[in-house]
């Protein structure tokens, strides 16, 4: 059984840059068919799809958040981390990191991490 665990600082400034790790275990991020994904879920609002990372390393991201977006990484510790830039208040949410299988949608998530961008 896979599982999932977002890591990475509570607080951001605004204008700077967020950065999320996500540990993977019980399974390769380099497994074929896999979608590695960045779901964030503002306070009172729906969740928003950020992005993801594929087996290969080919990235996606929303057209939204592309221009500041970068997922990338690190196949030796089986982590992958969210880069979004010149955050505003608005980038206040939970963040999860989850895998997806094509048109199965995403099966598994972390718990979540909150990032508040200060105001």
């Known amino acids: 059984q896979v599982q999932l665990q977002e890591s990475g600082p509570g607080l951001v400034n605004p204008s700077q840059t967020l950065s999320l790790t996500c540990t993977v275990s019980?399974?390769?991020?380099?497994?074929?068919?896999?979608?590695w994904n960045w779901i964030r879920q503002p306070p009172g609002k729906g969740l928003e799809w950020i992005g993801y990372?594929?087996?290969?390393?080919?990235?996606n991201y929303s057209p939204s958040l592309k221009s500041r977006t970068s997922i990338s990484r690190d196949t030796s510790k089986n982590q992958f981390t969210l880069q979004l830039s010149s955050v505003t208040p608005e980038g206040t949410a939970i963040y999860y990191c989850?895998?997806?299988?094509?048109?199965?949608?995403?099966?598994?998530w972390g718990q979540g991490t909150q990032v508040t961008v200060f105001s």
């Open positions: 990372i594929d087996s290969s390393g080919s990235t």
């Open positions: 019980g399974g390769s991020i380099t497994t074929n068919s896999y979608y």
């Open positions: 989850a895998r997806g299988r094509g048109f199965l949608g995403i099966r598994d």
